[in-house]
């Protein structure tokens, strides 16, 4: 079997084909990154081995659609994290950098740690939008902090007492805009002014915008994985996290493999008697933050959670210890819970694999990739007064 490394960038794709077995170079070429160039890279992969994966570096706005297409094409695909690099580097004899040498570099990191120890890329058309909403409304929720930021910097001119007085999060509801905009049309309409009131007009739309996108996300959520949002400190836009950012349960070859993924997997640190982990750093740093909402949430409501907590500090371990050791079993849980079948497993890609086809060994081009879910009409869910359900009993 080979290994396919590929370094990819904005206008064309580094490619370098590597032996499993001895790590010899088997070939190397620079593609298009547009449709004929992966064709062309599928046509000269198929030369070389009929046994072979691709090993994308993971940089999702520039690899993502050669990873689509590889994958619509029937190609077995594994995504490889960027920090892997930089090692896999350190161990070439050529000194220096190139697209090539980055993308020997990527196989190289494959060959040396086996295929199955990377994620396999899967294509998920729901989790994929809702993954891109996510990204949208986070987005748009830091232009809102940087808004506020230059709003509160003329208040504190314009306004000092009035911005005194605003709270952390006044300027994220249409009250405390309006209070804002009342005070600053007594003022002289002089530019600070005047921008100031353009800032607040730009506050009111991102503030609209972003409470649609969380109604959107909550629908999507709710049709997909409803199961999510019935656990306890698991809202929508922690639901969307771990369905976005997982991208199909499949590609995780066991629950420890997922729990490495969320950064939960505990690193041991020990050394003569005393036997201890630390903090794991590596991981979705995303899927360990929606993880670590839902342990906090429950630590202070869900006696379960407590009761817990407490049995493992009384064990030995710190207050930060016992929490890391709650985020691990909630890896465990909720990927038991990702691995069911979706909702609406009907309509939803749902992480099954493309099956390599029947293909000429010359076609004339790939098959078409498939298209995401049409958009959905915006509804307003009733997600308040959803009751939480019980913790489940932890060993």
């Not at 077995?76 to 697209?99: F, I, T």
């Not at 985020?327 to 990927?335: E, S």
Request: hydrophobic share 35%; aromatic share 2%.
């Amino acid at each position: 079997m080979i290994v396919i490394g590929a370094d990819t960038h904005k206008g064309s794709h580094a490619l370098a084909a590597v032996d499993e077995g001895t790590g010899r170079v088997r070939g190397s070429r620079e593609i298009k990154a547009d449709d004929a160039g992966h064709l062309a890279a599928v046509r000269w992969a198929r030369g070389l081995d009929d046994d072979r994966v691709w090993a994308i570096e993971d940089c999702r706005h520039v690899s993502g659609r050669l990873e689509q297409a590889l994958l619509a094409a029937g190609e077995r695909v594994v995504r490889v994290p960027p920090q892997r690099m930089g090692a896999s580097r350190k161990g070439e004899r050529a000194l220096g950098k190139s697209d090539e040498i980055d993308a020997l570099a990527v196989a190289r990191a494959v060959v040396k740690d086996g295929v199955q120890k990377f994620p396999v890329a899967y294509l998920n058309g729901q989790a994929m939008e809702i993954r891109l909403l996510l990204d949208h409304r986070s987005d748009l929720v830091a232009e809102r902090t940087r808004t506020i930021n230059r709003l509160r910097w003329h208040l504190v001119t314009l306004c000092p007492e009035l911005e005194a007085s605003l709270k952390r999060k006044a300027l994220n509801d249409a009250r405390g805009l309006d209070r804002v905009d009342r005070h600053l049309r007594k003022l002289h309409a002089g530019a600070r002014t005047r921008i100031a009131r353009d800032q607040i007009a730009h506050l009111r739309g991102l503030n609209r915008q972003i409470e649609a996108l969380h109604r959107e996300l909550a629908e999507l959520v709710s049709e997909h994985r409803p199961r999510l949002l019935e656990e306890q400190g698991c809202g929508a836009l922690t639901a969307a996290i771990l369905i976005g950012h997982t991208a199909g349960n499949e590609r995780f070859r066991s629950e420890a493999s997922f729990a490495k993924q969320t950064g939960t997997a505990p690193i041991p640190c020990s050394s003569g008697k005393r036997t201890q982990h630390r903090l794991n750093r590596g991981g979705d740093r995303q899927l360990n933050h929606a993880l670590h909402i839902i342990a906090i949430t429950r630590a202070q409501h869900d006696p379960a959670t407590k009761e817990y907590l407490a049995r493992k500090e009384a064990e030995g371990k710190t207050t930060k210890g016992a929490l890391r050791s709650l985020k691990r079993y909630l890896a465990r849980h909720f990927h038991q819970l990702l691995a069911e079948p979706p909702a609406n497993h009907s309509t939803a890609t749902d992480g099954q694999p493309i099956i390599e086809p029947h293909l000429a060994a010359e076609p004339e081009q790939l098959p078409p990739i498939p298209p995401l879910p049409p958009p959905r009409r915006l509804v307003n869910p009733n997600t308040k007064g959803q009751a939480p359900s019980p913790m489940v009993c932890i060993g």
